[in-house]
T-cell receptor, first 113, second 116 residues
Framework: KAGVTQTPRYLIKTRGQQVTLSCSPI?????VSWYQQTPGQGLQFLFE???????NKGNFPGRFSGRQFSNSRSEMNVSTLELGDSALYLC????????????FGPGTRLTVL | AQKITQTQPGMFVQEKEAVTLDCTYD???????LFWYKQPSSGEMIFLIY??????QNATEGRYSLNFQKARKSANLVISASQLGDSAMYFC?????????????FGAGTTVTVRA
């Protein structure tokens, strides 16, 4: 089985722009979660989607949004980028149950100048 | 609220030796899952091992084993016969299995450097 894929792998944007990141889960996985990783804050949960519905949301401003499509692929969007949004954005997929292990993709490294 | 503590920012280990990475957690829940992930410099988080709070035996997965002490709320990872490719950041994570909160809460991580 192919693993979780994320595109693009690297992005450079300037302040005020917006960005869309994409995540394709492992085939058959219906849950997709997004995490932000920074040196200062570590790994922080952004949101989780299941069957096109957001089930959980972390403590991030409304500039961070996401969605999931019927094929379980997910996108996250960050509007009005700030310097502090520079981070590694990781996507993880799991089958369905809360006890299921989350498998991560390679991440998208976003740099905001 | 869940909290994961990894007290060792960095560790050095000699090739072929074993290393133990500490992880303690704080939760009032009775049902939860504990995970360890490895993150090489490439950035991808690689799942290593899982322990459920009701599992009676310590989890093992190849060279990885989890020393689970529920009363002490600790879930230490043991890597046996270290290899150069084990050099990476290691994260302990926990998820409450009963609530509808699917997020993983991560510790700050431990950097392991394996010396030849």
């Amino acid at each position: 089985k192919a693993g979780v894929t994320q595109t693009p792998r690297y992005l450079i944007k300037t302040r005020g722009q917006q960005v869309t990141l994409s995540c394709s889960p492992i085939s058959g996985h219906r849950s997709v979660s997004w995490y932000q990783q920074t040196p200062g804050q570590g790994l922080q949960f952004l949101f989780e989607y299941f069957s096109e519905t957001q089930r959980n949301k972390g403590n991030f401003p409304g500039r961070f949004s996401g969605r999931q499509f019927s094929n379980s692929r997910s996108e996250m969007n960050v509007s009005t980028l700030e310097l502090g949004d520079s981070a590694l954005y990781l996507c993880a997929s799991s089958p369905e149950k809360i006890s299921d292990t989350q498998y991560f993709g390679p991440g998208t490294r976003l740099t905001v100048l | 609220a869940q909290k994961i503590t990894q007290t060792q920012p960095g560790m050095f280990v000699q090739e072929k030796e074993a290393v133990t990475l500490d992880c303690t957690y704080d939760t009032s829940d009775q049902s939860y899952g504990l995970f360890w992930y490895k993150q090489p410099s490439s950035g991808e988080m690689i799942f290593l091992i899982y322990q459920g709070s009701y599992d009676e035996q310590n989890a093992t997965e190849g060279r990885y084993s989890l020393n689970f002490q529920k009363a002490r709320k600790s879930a230490n990872l043991v890597i046996s016969a270290s290899q150069l490719g084990d050099s990476a950041m290691y994260f302990c994570a926990m998820r409450d299995a009963r609530s509808n909160d699917y997020k993983l809460s991560f510790g700050a991580g431990t950097t392991v450097t394996v010396r030849a």
